[in-house]
Each structure stands twice: as C-alpha cells, then as structure tokens.
C-alpha cells in the first residue's frame, strides 16, 4: 500500500479518536468549559500541556532548522525548553492558588483595573490569534501534499475536527484530546529517529546515537563538522564568536515568551491543587524533553545522510524522495557548471542546491529507507501537532471574549447558561476565523509569531511575575511598564522585519539583536518603568495586597472560580 | 498561621528559587552559550560538551530542575503547615 493509502487510513484513524475522547468529555459547566472543572490529573495535564506546546513548528519545523543552523539551533532547544523551569518556579504554582480562569483576570483583579484587564485581552487575542492562523497554514500543508486534499478544504476538514471537540468539552476536550494527541505525536516523531539512529550509529536510542561512531569508526558528529567545512559551512558544532550576543537574546525571549504566552499559563489552571500545578510543569517538561532531544538528533542525522547523498553524486542518480520533493518545489537543483553533478557548498556562487528545511523531518524516513507507514505516522503526528495547538489557542481567544470581555467587563449580570453559550459562540466563531484566515495567510505569519513571543515576553511575563514577587507592584506600575514594553518590542519588530514594511537593515540592529531577540530587551525597560513609576505612586489597596499574600501559600485552594 | 512564620516561609521559598535559577541560567546561558567555545574542547563520547549543553544536556537539567522543587517545596510546605490536605 502506498503512502497515500496509510496516511488515510492512519489519519482518519486518529481523528476518529479525537471525536471519540471529545463525546466521552462534554462539558456541561463554565467551570468545565474554561478549566476542565480543575479536575486534571497532574499527568494527564502534563501530556495535555507538551502537545499544547508543541506546534507543528516544533514538529516539522524545528528538526530542519537545527540540521541546517548546527549550532545555532540551540536557541530555540534551550529557549523553548528553558521557560517551563519559569513557569513552574514563578509562575503556575501562584497563578492555581488565585484560582481564576484567565490570564486577564489576574492582571485585572491583582491591577485592580478594567483597563490592565482590557490591555491584557487585547495582548492575548493578538498573539494567539496570529499563532493559530499559522497553526491553520500547517494544516492545510498537510493535507495538500501527504492526502492530495486540496489545500483549503484540509483547512476546512482540521477546523471542522477542532470545533467539534473544542465547541462540545471547551478545556475538558480539549484537555483529553491533546492527551490523545500527544501519544500520537510523539510515538510518530520518535520511530523514525530510532530506526535511523540504529541504521547510522547501531544504537536505538537517538539521543545517545547522535553522539555515537558510525560504521568506520569516526564519531557522527566529527564526521558532520569536516562534512560541513569541507563544503564551506561553519562547522556543525562550532559556536560562532560573533553571533553570541543574539544567540544569549534570542533564547531568552523565547524563555520568557513561552511563560508569559496565555495558552500555556491556562494549563495551570485546570489541576486541582497547587502542588499539582507544580508536578504538572515537571511532566509537561519532561514530555516535551523528549521530543526536544530527539529533534537534535534527527537534525544531525537528516544533515549527514543528505550531505553523502547528494554532494558531488550525478543528479541523474538521485533517490526516489529527491525527485518527489523537487516535483514539490521544496528542493530545487540548477547545473551551474555543467557537470551533471551536485555541487553543494556554502558559496552562492557555485551552490547549485537549495533545500526548503520544512521537508527534512517529512524527508527523512524517505531518505532512511523506511516503510510507507511510518512516512504516514509521521504526517498524523504533524497533525496531531498542529491541532491541538490550534485549540489550546482557541480556548484563550474565546475565553477572552466570553469571560473577560462580555461577564466581567461589558455584562457581569449574565447567567452561567448564557456565559457557557456565549464560550461555545465565540469559540465557534474563532475557529471558523482561524480557518479562513489560514486559507489566506498573510505572507508575514512566522514573523508575527515572532513578534506573538516577543509581545509575551515584554507584557505578560514581567506584569505577572512581579505581581507575584513584588506586593508593592501597583497598578500604574503594571500598566505603564507592560505598555512600554508592547509599544518598544512591537515598533522594533516592525522597523527591523521589511516583511512587515519596515525600513530598517541588519546593520541597524541595536547591539547586533535581530527582532526575534528584542523581547529581552523589552522585558528589561519592563520592569525598570514598572519599578520606578510603582514607587513614585500610590500602594496597592490592603485587599490586594491580602490576595498576593495569599497566593503565595499553597493551602487552601479551591476549585477555580468565578 | 503566624504572620511571622509565613514570612519565614517565604524567605525559604525565595532562597530556593534563587538557587535553581542560578543553576538554570549557568547550564543553558553559561554552558550552551557565553562557555560553549571553550567547552567545546573537551569531549563527551562523540559530543564537544558545549554543543552538548546547548542541545540536550541543559534541557535534562531543567526537567531535574523542576522535579527538585517540587521535592523541596512539598517538604516546607509541610515544614510550616501550609500544605493542602
């Protein structure tokens, strides 16, 4: 059976199990609708949260990134790693004890001010809306090419399977499908990388194969690093002097991003006890820990299966996956000399070969020789990626509009039937927006993710820890250092991105730190204007200084509430 | 519960806080960044360390990190009866 027939079948399986969970976990509350009625097993919740996290650019992306950026990749390994020690440390454990359903109503109620609440939503429909449209773009991709499903109507088939389960359970089936999907994803990401490790190196555990000898005894990994430079690229492993400074930002932001975005701080919400929500940041961790030291693994090996085969090798003797992926235009070849050989080196002037990235998790089982159902199992894991994400993000931006926009700002005397409607419409409607957003995607999305990190990292993150920290933190504090820091992040993103029309060039950049790092430097003005204006006023009212106090001790938590 | 006990508490937690962030930020800044050049010349199996550190070995760190707070902040919740029952 052909790729095409077990993708089908693999696929349909899988969703038909997400349908399955989404009838088991209805639910029937807005307890239930936002916060799974905090009723989640910490493991459970972990699994929940590593699929939540892990998009389908983690998925197929991020491997591709790293095999050809070496070294480099490491910013996003460590920076998307790194914010779950934040989370758990400074954030989830104090967040379950205030024990609301939202990231907006901690700014609101710990600012004291619809307005720090109006501010907050606004932030948290911009960047999990532009995440998700991406998310939606991924999806469509995958159908297209592994199901020879048009384009937009994979989009309309992935929006169709996340309304179901996301309009009927809300947070409860989201939770347990992300569960679901979280098993998928990462059976159908490790199979693969095991299989490969054990045909490169002669060890089935990828991790530990990344750094094993192959079969003329020379370490992987010095054999990459004289493949590369003997190409012409830096070595693999080399850690370039001059990129050092951006490298240092650019993880960071992407710490700090990943624990101040409003989809993985609401996981923390649905546990029942604090020190639930703490384990649960363990597991999520380690759940995502192992997909995040496979994808390194897979990036050395992709990288040096692909420089051997192709590298000075007759174009007319590629393999079966080169022609496919240059039918699809992801890999494009042009004879510059006339050799009928593949040169493949890092000067421009001679390189005849370019590579889209995205195709080297897709490519390698190809590449390794490996049976049609596991290139199958592959693609449902993309998906399984790419979906739960998607709902994760869906949730805040329907909650952000049914509890904190309509029940406590614009209707506070709505009923619970009608606020559980409400929840249902506006997700409704977000889903439906994302998927005709994606069919149209405006061409900056990667940008504007990263500008959705950058935003978090700048806003959410201080504004939040130091409401937690700092109990002389006060509401023109808050709102000032949180504007300051959206308004600097956003105009440097902008100015240095001509994908978005800005005017700016590469050597403009302040200390040589591209927009991706710049939420660093945001977060920092943050909290020195947080600091400074929260002194020169007034104290935070007594009652809320009580609620720090009382955050910061775990007993007496209660189920989340209104 | 005293007011002063939960100061003391607090205190405690912050300490520890401290201590793992600082073990935090040396393993993937230190190591897998500002050190990674020189780290890179010593070896571990077929891994320079520093690329090491930079790719997997921070990350096993932050799980081990989050796993030993848990375990100590489960032993002073106890310690100062704040624990939830």
């Known amino acids: 059976m052909g790729v095409q027939t077990w993708t089908f079948i693999i696929v349909g399986f899988t969703f038909l199990l997400y349908i399955g969970v989404a009838i088991w976990a209805r639910a029937g509350s807005t307890k239930e609708f936002y916060v799974a009625g905090s009723g989640v097993s910490p493991l459970a919740n972990g699994m929940a949260t590593a699929a939540d996290w892990m998009s389908a650019a983690s998925y197929l992306s991020m491997a591709g990134l790293i095999s050809f950026m070496g070294y480099g990749g490491s910013q996003y390994l460590m920076g998307w790693t790194g914010g779950y020690v934040l989370l758990a440390l400074l954030l989830a454990p104090y967040l379950r004890k205030f024990g609301k359903f939202t990231v907006p109503d901690f700014i609101g109620e710990r600012y004291y001010s619809s307005q720090a609440r109006i501010v907050a939503l606004i932030c948290a429909i911009f960047v999990s809306f532009t995440y998700v449209v991406g998310q939606m773009k991924g999806v469509g991709v995958a159908f297209a090419r592994f199901l020879e499903v048009p384009f937009s109507t994979g989009i309309l088939i992935g929006i169709g399977i996340v309304f179901f389960y996301a309009v009927l359970g809300g947070m409860k089936g989201i939770t347990y499908t992300q569960v679901a999907q979280y098993c998928v994803l990462i059976f159908a990401f490790t199979v693969p990388a095991v299989f490969i490790s054990l045909q490169m190196v002669g060890n089935p555990i990828p991790q530990i194969g990344m750094g094993g000898t192959m079969s003329d005894g020379t370490y992987l990994l010095d054999k990459l690093n004289l493949l590369s430079t003997d190409l012409g690229f830096t070595a693999y492993t080399e850690s370039g002097m001059n990129n050092r400074v951006n490298i240092f930002f650019i993880t960071a932001a992407l710490m700090m991003g990943t624990a101040g975005l409003p989809h993985v701080i609401v996981r923390f919400f649905t546990v029942p006890k604090v020190k639930d929500a703490r384990i649960s940041a363990g597991y999520a961790l380690l759940f995502i820990a192992i997909l995040y030291t496979t994808a390194p693994a897979i990036a050395a090996f992709a990288r040096t299966n692909l420089v051997q085969t192709v590298s000075e090798q007759p174009y007319d003797g590629m393999p079966q996956w080169f022609k496919k992926w240059e039918g699809a235009e992801l890999l494009a070849f042009e004879d510059k000399n006339q050799d009928g050989l593949i040169q493949y080196v890092a000067n421009p002037e001679i390189n005849e070969l370019t590579i889209d990235p ?150 403009g950049h302040w200390f040589g730190i591209s927009p991706e790092g710049i939420g660093t430097l945001g977060m920092m003005i943050n909290l020195v204007v947080a600091l400074v204006v929260s002194r020169m006023t007034a104290p935070p009212p007594q009652s809320v200084q009580d609620i720090v106090e009382d955050i910061r001790v775990p007993r007496g938590a209660g189920g989340a509430t209104h | 519960m005293q007011n002063k006990n939960l100061q003391l508490y607090w205190r405690r937690n912050l300490k520890y806080l401290f201590i793992l962030l600082l073990v935090w930020f040396v393993v993937s800044f230190g190591c897998g960044i500002i050190f990674a050049d020189s780290l890179n010349a010593i070896k571990l199996g077929g891994f320079p360390l520093g690329f090491w550190f930079a790719q997997q070995g921070s990350i096993y760190v932050f799980v081990i990190l989050i796993f030993i707070y848990v375990r100590l902040m489960n032993q002073l919740d106890k310690e100062f009866d704040v624990d939830e029952k």
């Open chain 1, 358 to 507: 995205d195709i080297m998790v897709l490519a390698n089982p190809e590449i390794a020789n490996l049976p049609a159902w596991v290139i199958a199992l592959v693609v449902a894991g993309g998906l399984a990626a790419a979906l739960s994400t998607a709902a994760g993000l869906l949730l805040v931006i329907a909650t952000s509009i049914s509890h904190d926009l309509l029940k406590n700002y614009l209707h506070p005397n709505i009923s619970e039937k009608g606020e559980l409607l409400a929840a249902r419409i506006a997700i409704a409607v977000a889903v439906v927006a994302a998927g005709l957003a994606g069919m149209n995607p405006p061409g900056f999305v990667a940008q504007v993710v990263a500008l959705a990190f950058g935003l978090a990292a700048s806003s959410f993150f201080p504004a939040i820890v130091l409401g937690i920290f700092d109990k002389r933190m006060n509401k023109e504090g808050a709102i000032s250092g949180m504007i300051v820091g959206i308004v600097f992040t956003s105009i440097y993103i902008w100015y240095f991105k001509p994908q978005l029309g800005g005017p700016g060039t590469v050597e």
